[in-house]
């Protein structure tokens, strides 16, 4: 398998806090990673550092061949919109835009919009009834489900996924990680970062954080499967 | 997809957006009203100047004063010479006449005879009023006009007739008309100018050419100076005093036209500048979103801008035909005539209101500097 995400020696300081201290790490392609750790561990900030939305104080960050770190404004926005598919806590999604739109806005920002491709991604998270609904109209889980298709529809190399179901009641989570399990069935390569010890349990690889480093594994890869 | 989104856009910030196109629609109606009423007022002006008769003298060099003089071979043009050049340089909207003048015994009452082209007396002087009938022939012989004082004084009555006399010769016309101009004409009799050359026995001289230019005091001039220049041998003078009052009447109101225009756009500028700084603050979130989604700054803004720029013409086209109702109104109760509606001032008010909404967007810039991780944060 070939290595999608190459972290050396990261260090990202918030003035004089320090928010990840000397990471290093790899993910080949395919994994389902869970990045797990307390609040304030410094999982957003490497999940913002691997996905171009933030710059890291020094160390390297290599995705799909790309040194991120290297990558100016136009560079970075090019990344994104080429190799990395996010998937937020809080959805966010554009309120003024339909389900199918919202999917839309992330073909026009890669390259040109196929509102045929747009429905089948929406029809493949199960939402092919809602596509002219507004977020307002759609429920928590069917926001992420579309918050997912729109994750997918460029092909990204990685998946970042913050907290995905940490929004989401029980049946609502079991709809969303059904369907991270089918990306990753299928081949994807994904990030999660999550709180909760059974849904990090579900990706092939955990990595703790705790105060910016990580934890030692004492687990071997894939041992924590269900 | 791009205008979709522009669309989306408008109408998901529909409360912000509909202030922002009420203050650009009260300025646009505003601004075009005034400017229709500028034009209509340039028209209406050059109407009322142009009922004061001749705005465009040419006499010969040597003369003082043309409307004075009489016929003496040094004080003369040739008639052909100067009308040739004349009809070649007038343009349609100008009414031209050579004038001679003779002072002619009746009986014993001397009395100013005039030898013009009756066909366009009424055309140099729209303003004179006529007591029987205006002459449609050019050269008749047969028939003249009096002017008010002058058929008093000599008891001259429509119907009747008037014997000329100048030297030996005499002329004979019947009176078509008694004229009422309210100045020096009205001493005067006018009969054609062939007519007064025989009286006279100077074929084809005449003592001045007067036009009448129906335009800005700009195009009267611009005719003066053409004339000058294929009438080098003559003196080409505009009328100075209904030129300049003319000029100097639209200059004040195109001036105060002006000034509310520009004190009208600031006050839209501000009125949309409060509003999209609102907004701005209001759509940081989408933009992080945005460029999260790998969107460039560049494809972000065009969007908002777009978005602005159709506000700003949709502003311009409705305020504009709120304007030409507003001018229509104002012209009725200002001017007591309605004014014609300018279709020149859409465009002008389109564009104008575009750019103010432009300049009024300015804080959209803002957003070019939002962190999506910070937005994402939810900071």
Redesign the interface.
């Known amino acids: 398998m070939a290595t999608v995400v190459q972290i050396e020696n990261l260090r990202k300081e918030f003035g004089k806090v320090c928010a990840l201290d000397g990471v290093s790490f790899e993910i080949q392609e395919g994994e389902w990673i869970a990045i797990m750790g307390p609040s304030g561990s410094g999982k957003t900030t490497l999940i913002n550092i691997l996905g171009g939305l933030d710059t890291p104080t020094s160390g390297r960050t290599i995705v799909d061949g790309v040194d991120v770190g290297r990558l100016d404004e136009a560079g970075l926005t090019r990344f994104r919109a080429e190799k990395i598919g996010f998937v937020f806590q809080q959805f966010h999604l554009v309120s003024y835009l339909t389900a199918l739109e919202n999917v839309m806005l992330a073909q026009y920002f890669h390259s040109t919009t196929d509102e045929r491709e747009a429905q089948q991604a929406l029809e493949r998270v199960g939402l092919g009834d809602r596509l002219e609904h507004l977020p307002t109209q759609l429920s928590g889980g069917e926001q992420q489900r579309v918050a997912v298709a729109r994750a997918l529809i460029n092909h990204p190399k990685l998946i970042l996924a913050d907290e995905p179901t940490g929004n989401l009641d029980e049946a609502n989570e079991k709809i969303v990680l059904d369907l991270l399990r089918e990306l990753h069935t299928e081949g994807r390569t994904i990030l999660m970062v999550t709180h909760a010890p059974s849904i990090g349990s579900l990706a092939d690889r955990r990595i703790d954080f705790s105060h910016g480093h990580l934890v030692p594994q004492l687990a071997p890869v894939g041992s924590q499967r269900r | ?2 205008w ?2 522009v669309f ?2 408008l ?3 529909r409360a912000r957006l509909t202030v922002a196109i009420l203050a650009l629609v009260s300025g646009a109606a505003v601004i075009s009203g005034l400017l229709n009423l500028d034009f209509g007022v340039e028209y209406q002006l050059t109407q009322q100047f142009r009922t004061l008769g001749a705005n465009i003298i040419i006499a010969p060099k040597t003369t003082e004063s043309a409307a004075e003089s009489t016929l003496t071979n040094s004080a003369l043009m040739n008639e052909d010479a100067v009308m040739g050049q004349v009809q070649r340089v007038a343009t349609a909207n100008v009414a031209f006449a050579p004038f001679a003048y003779v002072i002619a015994r009746v009986g014993e009452t001397q009395v100013v005879a005039v030898g013009t082209w009756l066909d366009q007396l009424q055309n140099l002087n729209p303003s004179w009023k006529m007591n029987g009938g205006w002459i449609s022939s050019r050269a008749d012989a047969g028939q003249c006009l009096a002017g008010r004082n002058a058929a008093r004084e000599l008891h001259l009555v429509t119907g009747g007739s008037l014997q000329l006399q100048y030297l030996t010769r005499t002329s004979q016309c019947k009176i078509s008309g008694i004229l009422d101009s309210g100045a020096a004409d009205d001493n005067q009799v006018f009969m054609s100018l062939d007519s007064l050359q025989t009286l006279a026995d100077l074929p084809d001289k005449v003592s001045v050419v007067q036009l009448s230019v129906s335009g800005t005091p700009k195009l009267i001039a611009t005719t003066a100076s053409r004339l000058s220049a294929a009438l080098p041998q003559f003196q080409v003078h505009p009328i100075r005093k209904v030129t300049e009052a003319e000029g100097e009447l639209l200059g004040r109101i195109r001036l105060l036209i002006i000034s509310m225009i520009i004190l009208i756009l600031a006050l839209t500028a501000l009125c949309v500048l409060a509003t999209m700084a609102a907004l701005a603050m209001e759509r940081r ?2 933009v992080g ?9 560049t ?1 972000i803004v065009s969007l908002f801008v777009a978005e602005v720029g159709l506000l700003g013409a949709a502003g311009g086209l409705l305020g504009g035909v709120l304007g030409v109702g507003l001018s229509y109104w104002m012209g009725l109760r200002v001017f007591d005539t309605a004014v014609t509606p300018q279709w020149q001032i859409f465009p002008i008010t389109i564009i104008l209101m575009t750019l103010v909404a432009m300049a009024g967007a300015l804080p959209l810039r803002m957003l070019g500097e939002v ?3 910070i937005i ?3 900071e």
Do not use: H, T, V
Not at chain 2, 289 to 297: H, P
């Open positions: 997809m791009f979709r989104l989306r856009l109408r998901g910030s979130a989408d979103l945005m460029k999260a989604l790998g969107g460039s700054i494809r962190k999506p991780a994402l944060r939810g």
